[in-house]
C-alpha cells in the first residue's frame, strides 16, 4: 500500500511524524508524571514499547539474537537512554515546565560535540565553538529566570533543573557509545534489548522505591504512557529511520531545534504554561546555538558521514 504513496509525500509525512511525534512527547511525560512516579512511568512505557517492538519484529520474521559480546553493551546504551535520561526528565518535568525541559535536552548535539571532543573524536570547528558558547549563554538566560520564580513556593526547583541537564549527559553519552560500539545486531532488535533491559531496570527501581504504592492511575495517564509507548517510541522511530535512509542528514538534523518549538507551543497552548520574555529570548539562542553545532558537522563528506552514524544512534531511544 504504501509502495504507491509518493516518495515526496512519505517524506513529508515521516517529517511531520518526528517532529509532532518527539515534540508532543516532553507533553505527555507531564501528563503521566502528574500522579504517576517517574519510575513507574518510565518503566510501564518502556516495557510496552519493548513488546511492540519484539512482536513487530518477530511478525516480520526476524531473529531476536544478537551477538553475545554486543549484550552487555545493548543494556548499557539502554538504561542510559531509557533510565538515567527517561527517568530524569520525568521527574524533572514534575517541577519545570515541558517546554523548558526540552529546551534543556535539545542542547544534547552541543554535549554530543563536546564528549566526541574529549574522547578522541573529531575537534570542534570554529562555528561548532561559536554553537557551545552560545547554547551555554542560551542555558544561563533561560535557567535564571525559572530558578528565581520558582525559589520560594519550589525549593527543589533546582535539583529538577539538574535532572534535566543530567538527561541530556546521559542520551549524548550514550549516543556517543552505541557509535563507538558499532552494533551489528538488526537495528529494530537492538532497539528492542535497549528498550526492554531499561524497562527491566526501571521497574526494579519502582519496586526497590516502593513507586508503586505512591501510584495513583487514571485513564489520563495512563493515556499518556500508551501515547508515549506508541508515538514516541515506536512511530518516532520508523520515521526517523525512513527519513536517514532517504533525506540528507542536515535535513533529518532540524529534528534536534524543531521539537523544542513544538513542545513549548504544545506546552502553552493546551498544559497553561508560561515562558517569559527572557526564557523566549534563551528559547531562541538555544536553537540558534543548535543549528550552528549541527550544521559545523556536515561542512565535508567525511563530517557529513559521521554525523549520519550519530544521528541514526542517537534516534533509536527519543522520546
Known amino acids: ?22 515534540g508532543s512527547t516532553y507533553g505527555a511525560i507531564r501528563i503521566a508524571g502528574e500522579l504517576l512516579p517517574a519510575p513507574v512511568v518510565s518503566g510501564t512505557r518502556s516495557l510496552i514499547s519493548a513488546t511492540l517492538i519484539v512482536a513487530i519484529a ?29 527517568m530524569a526528565i520525568t521527574w524533572g518535568e514534575k517541577t519545570v515546565p515541558s517546554g523548558f525541559a526540552s529546551l534543556i535536552v535539545s542542547t544534547v548535539p552541543i554535549l554530543i560535540a563536546l564528549l566526541e571532543m574529549v574522547s578522541g573524536g573529531e575537534a570542534l570547528n570554529l562555528r561548532g565553538w561559536a554553537g ?4 551555554t549563554m542560551g542555558i544561563l538566560v533561560l535557567v535564571w529566570p525559572s530558578i528565581h520564580r520558582h525559589a520560594d513556593s519550589q525549593g527543589h526547583a533546582g535539583l ?17 557509545l552505541s557509535r ?11 532497539t528492542g534489548w535497549q528498550i526492554g533491559a531499561a524497562g527491566l531496570c526501571n521497574m526494579a527501581i519502582a519496586l526497590g522505591a516502593g513507586s508503586f504504592h505512591h ?22 522511530l520508523v520515521a526517523f529511520t525512513y527519513l536517514l535512509q532517504n ?28 515562558l517569559g520574555p527572557a526564557e523566549l529570548v534563551g528559547m531562541a539562542v538555544i536553537v540558534c546555538a543548535v543549528a ?28
Not at 515526496?8 to 517532529?19: D, E, I, K, P, Q
Not at 520474521?61 to 537512554?81: A, D, Q, Y
Request: aromatic share 14%.
Open 1 to 22: 500500500m504504501f509502495s504507491r504513496v509518493p516518495k515526496s509525500t512519505m517524506v513529508l509525512l515521516a517529517f511531520g511524524s518526528v517532529y509532532l511525534c518527539w
Open 180 to 190: 563507538r560500539f558499532r552494533f551489528k545486531a538488526d537495528t529494530f532488535v537492538a
Open 247 to 274: 533525506v540528507p542528514v542536515t535535513k533529518v538534523a532540524t529534528y534536534a531545534f524543531v521539537n523544542p518549538v513544538i513542545a513549548v507551543l504544545l506546552g502553552v497552548l493546551f498544559l497553561h504554561e508560561k
Open 215 to 236: 501510584a495513583v492511575w487514571t485513564w489520563r495517564g495512563m493515556s499518556a504512557i500508551l501515547y508515549l509507548s506508541i508515538f514516541g517510541s515506536l512511530i518516532g
Open 132 to 135: 557551545t558558547l552560545l547554547g
Open 160 to 176: 529538577a533543573l539538574l535532572a534535566v541537564l543530567f538527561a541530556a549527559f546521559a542520551f549524548a553519552l550514550g549516543s556517543v
Open 58 to 86: 518477530l511478525a516480520r520474521g526476524k531473529s531476536l539474537r544478537v551477538p553475545k559480546n554486543e549484550i552487555w553493551k545493548l543494556i548499557l546504551v539502554g538504561v542510559l537512554f531509557m533510565t538515567c535520561n527517561n
Open 292 to 319: 550552528l553545532v549541527i550544521y559545523s558537522k556536515v561542512d565535508r563528506t567525511k563530517r557529513a558521514e559521521q554525523a549520519a552514524e550519530f544521528v541514526g544512534t542517537a534516534g533509536e531511544a527519543m522520546e
